[in-house]
């Protein structure tokens, strides 16, 4: 049982470039999330999803997109990067409705800087 | 608009001491307060769930608080360890989509 993963762990990408940070998760959770953490402040919700092939607008949803084609998969993608998304990237999983109160499990982070 | 504080931002305690991490939050009508520990360059681990409709939560040398009408819940960790270093996060859910709403943290040093 490996939990919530990220692929990559790391990247460098240049201003304009493209990405797709990829989140597995292997608990067969209906809720996922991408957050991205930023020094000195607290983890920000970008966007999430409450079950295959539906996605929502978090806190700070601009300049992302996000597809959940598969209950298990979670998808963050970057059309044009720019220096203000570099940042710690985590993605997290919980069950739906009261079962299990909805804790929130979390994969390592994809650590992301942008030139 | 529900609002999470984390005081103090540091913490060194020598090793052995019982010590108490205070979160705030601003709205009462919470449905959840989670804690979490992260380690530096690591992920987040949930240590403990709190439910609205619960006062506190155990886990090993760990306990959750949670009281809802003075807008507090606190994490008291018992005998200190070094291992124990880290920052703890709590974070409050509001509504039935689960969203999260995060404290800045509380870093803790353990001094052996």
């Known amino acids: 049982n490996a939990g919530v993963t990220q692929t990559p762990k790391f990247r460098v990408l240049k201003t304009g470039q493209s990405m797709t940070l990829l989140c597995a998760q292997d608990?067969?959770?209906?809720?996922m999330y991408w957050y991205r953490q930023d020094p000195g402040m607290g983890l920000r919700l970008i966007h999430y999803?409450?079950?295959?092939?539906?996605?929502a607008k978090g806190e700070v949803p601009d300049g992302y997109n996000v597809s959940r084609l598969k209950k298990q998969n979670f998808l963050l993608g970057l059309e044009s990067a720019a220096p203000s998304q570099t940042s710690v990237y985590f993605c997290?999983?919980?069950?739906?409705?009261?079962?299990?109160?909805?804790?929130?499990?979390f994969g390592p982070g994809t650590r992301l800087t942008v030139l | 608009k529900q609002e999470v504080t984390q005081i103090p931002a540091a913490l060194s305690v020598p090793e052995g001491e019982n010590l108490v991490l205070n979160c705030s939050f601003t709205?009462?009508?919470?449905?959840?307060l989670q804690w979490f520990r992260q380690d530096p360059g690591k992920g987040l681990t949930s240590l403990l769930l709190?439910?609205?409709s619960q006062r506190e939560q155990t886990s090993g040398r760990l306990n959750a608080s949670l009281d809802k009408s003075s807008g507090r819940s606190t994490l008291y960790i018992a005998a200190s360890q070094p291992g124990d270093s880290a920052t703890y996060l709590c974070a409050g859910s509001m509504d039935s989509n689960y969203q999260l709403i995060w404290g800045a943290g509380t870093k803790l040093i353990i001094k052996p």
């Open positions: 709205d009462s009508a919470i449905y959840n």
């Open positions: 709190i439910q609205s």
């Open positions: 608990m067969n959770h209906e809720y």
């Open positions: 997290a999983s919980s069950t739906a409705g009261t079962s299990g109160g909805n804790e929130q499990f």
């Open positions: 999803s409450v079950g295959e092939g539906t996605t």
